[in-house]
């Protein structure tokens, strides 16, 4: 049988469907982000993701399982250490992590890190704690103007983030400043997965906004991935969202930027009305920015609701020659306790108007399955190095 030649590749940040058995140490022991927000809300309405056999894979409340699923679909174990969104999508394109992202969500970061960024950029910091980029701003942003202080805070995410008035402190210092914090956070022990320079505008509390020149210092996959043989094999690889950060750019021949996750998959149904050969990857931020970390219940389920509604007018535009795969990168249950994302199992939903079969498939012990099957899929071999092994026979 014919392979694909369009793959979709949706991951919606943070859905996970139930704790890793390993869960009791990250300190997430009965977390399932998708089946706490099923239980907690009233109404749950997600059709599209019904009939694809969601309901069929995890059990959901007001969900029920369908008699005839159209996908295939299983539940996916993380194999390498953390549950950040780095170590998640690395390893769906095939690294093994095992030395995780530090976060510094709880404690703030530590003195010797912030001496030694200090001293090299001449600045005195403030700030040094876990924040949204709206609330530090209107703490701090004044002190900041008026002083010279450089606003240093971190989220729930493995990030180290840098706040510069762009009258003021000045991009191109604010910039200056990120790389001199990325070089710092390069260590073992203070290794962060991203630098992000925020800049902002504004004179007052109320007035202060940032700015479209942020700009991400991630780090660079530790190896060569499935995005790189793809590009290397002259396929297109089309990232929406996040992705684009989370590689660094490697192995990518198109991005798109996207304002938020129903934007996001807009950018992806106007993608699937053109004509290409290769991959789409989707990274849908905001089921964990929004209210993963913000432990929001009802924003999430609502969330899903909007994705749902738009995965509703994707799937006509996907034809015999197309496969969409939808899946997770780690779990961030609203239910729980703190901020923190949570150690989870992902879902693995497969559907193709061509596919024969349908139903249950058996769960895998890595998320690097879907690197290794998209890699099959276009007649390629995974690089040296890398996990996780394809299913692409079962969903032909």
């Known amino acids: 049988m014919k392979n694909y030649r369009r793959i979709f590749t949706i991951v919606i940040d943070s859905l996970g469907v139930g704790a890793l058995p390993d869960a009791a140490d990250y300190g997430d022991a009965g977390t399932d982000t998708l089946g706490h927000i099923s239980q907690s809300v009233e109404t749950f309405a997600i059709p599209n993701l019904q009939k ?4 069929n894979l995890h059990s959901l409340k007001q969900v029920p399982p369908v008699e005839k699923p159209l996908g295939y679909f299983m539940k996916l174990r993380e194999a390498s250490t953390g549950k950040d969104t780095m170590t998640g999508h690395w390893e769906m394109m095939g690294l093994h ?4 992202f530090r976060t510094f969500t709880e404690t703030g970061f530590p003195k010797e890190l912030l001496d030694e ?12 704690k876990s924040a949204s980029g709206t609330e530090i701003l209107e703490e701090l942003a004044e002190e900041e103007i008026a002083t010279g202080h450089m606003i240093v805070y971190t989220s729930a995410d493995s990030v180290l983030q840098i706040c510069g008035n762009e009258e003021t402190f000045g991009l191109e210092e604010l910039y200056r400043c990120c790389e001199i914090a990325r070089e710092i956070t390069m260590k073992d022990e203070w290794k962060v997965g991203r630098v992000i320079a925020r800049p902002y505008v504004g004179k007052k509390k109320g007035e202060f906004k940032r700015t479209s020149n942020r700009h991400d210092y991630a780090l660079k996959p530790y190896g060569r991935t499935a995005l790189n043989i793809l590009k290397e094999a002259g396929l297109s690889v089309i990232s929406v969202g996040k992705i684009f950060d989370i590689f660094d750019g490697e192995g990518l021949t198109e991005s798109n930027k996207s304002k938020s996750s129903v934007h996001g998959m807009e950018q992806t149904i106007e993608i699937a009305k053109r004509d290409f050969t290769g991959l789409c990857y989707v990274n849908l931020v905001d089921f964990d920015a929004l209210w ?5 219940v009802k924003g999430y389920a609502q969330e899903l609701e909007r994705f749902d509604e738009k995965l509703g007018e994707l799937l006509p535009l996907l034809g015999e020659e197309d496969l969409l795969l939808i899946t997770a990168d780690h779990g961030n249950d609203p239910t729980h306790t703190g901020t923190d994302h949570t150690r989870e199992q992902v879902p693995f939903i497969a559907w193709s ?8 498939l058996e769960d895998q012990d890595t998320f690097a399955v879907i690197g290794a099957t998209i890699a099959e899929n276009f007649g390629l071999s995974m690089p040296e190095g890398t996990i996780g092994s394809s299913v692409l026979e079962q969903l032909l």
């Open 117 to 128: 960024l200090s001293a090299r950029t001449g600045r005195t910091i403030i700030g040094n």
């Open 353 to 360: 108007p061509s596919m024969k079969g349908c139903g249950r």
């Open 292 to 296: 993963g970390h913000r432990r929001d």
């Open 97 to 100: 992590i095992t030395k995780p």
């Open 52 to 55: 694809l056999g969601m309901a």
